[in-house]
């Protein structure tokens, strides 16, 4: 069966620390990409990637970074850099041309720095 | 800069009654608009699209429109049911300086469906 996997669901971070935010695709899609939602702010940007090994800054990428080892993983770090990371972070994929298909999405991992 | 604006952050519907959900958009380039429903802690899914060469697309309880003289489309739900009471995004899709095609989203309108 398909899908995005996002893990963990729940992660609580200290001040200070980088996190890892997992996201494993079996769709075969070649794009991947990390939105964060915040209340009234909607989806926003943060990193993209179109093909293995190479992505691009999204709207809000200061204080993450991603890699792109593998078609199927995306996985997102959220450094100590950023300066407000509690937010409901989501991974999407699309087959690349996003036409109206649109994307998939994964169920979301909540960070909350305490 | 706002290219995909949803102006109602919030709205009621009588169950039973039909759910009119807007959107505006600046860019006359966007080839493709999309709704996407949300539900709480859940990632979006997709609901519906409609391609910038029609005017009008039909699933079932939901229509989109496109007008795209005005820059606007709209969803409408008919009748609304409880189970349509969700965060609904409107979203847009183009080609980004990097010659990708990647989805712009809005800010969102949450449904709220009233027994």
């Known amino acids: 069966d398909g899908g995005i996997t996002q893990s963990p669901k729940y992660l609580f971070r200290k001040e200070g620390q980088n996190v890892t935010l997992s996201c494993e695709q079996n769709?075969?899609?070649?794009?991947m990409y990390w939105y964060r939602q915040d209340p009234g702010q909607g989806l926003r940007l943060i990193y993209y990637?179109?093909?293995?090994?190479?992505?691009q800054k999204g709207d809000i990428a200061e204080g993450y970074s991603v890699s792109r080892e593998k078609k199927e993983s995306f996985p997102l770090t959220v450094t100590s850099a950023q300066k407000n990371p509690t937010a409901f972070y989501l991974c999407a994929s699309s087959m690349g041309q996003t036409g109206n298909y649109g994307y998939t999405f994964g169920s979301g991992t909540r960070l909350t720095v305490v | 800069d706002q290219q995909v604006k949803q102006n109602s952050p919030s709205l009621s519907v009588q169950e039973g009654r039909i759910s009119i959900l807007n959107c505006d958009y600046t860019?006359?380039?966007?080839?493709?608009f999309l709704w996407y429903k949300k539900y709480p802690a859940e990632g979006p899914t997709f609901l519906i699209s409609i391609s910038s060469i029609k005017d009008k697309n039909e699933d079932g309880r939901f229509t989109v429109f496109l007008n795209k003289s005005a820059k606007h489309l709209s969803l409408h739900i008919v009748p609304s049911q409880p189970g349509d009471s969700a965060v609904y995004f409107c979203a847009a899709s183009g080609y980004s300086n990097f010659g990708n095609e990647k989805l712009t989203f809005g800010t969102g309108t949450r449904l709220t469906i009233i027994p």
């Open positions: 990637s179109q093909i293995v090994n190479d992505f």
């Open positions: 860019n006359s380039m966007f080839d493709y």
């Open positions: 769709l075969n899609h070649d794009a």
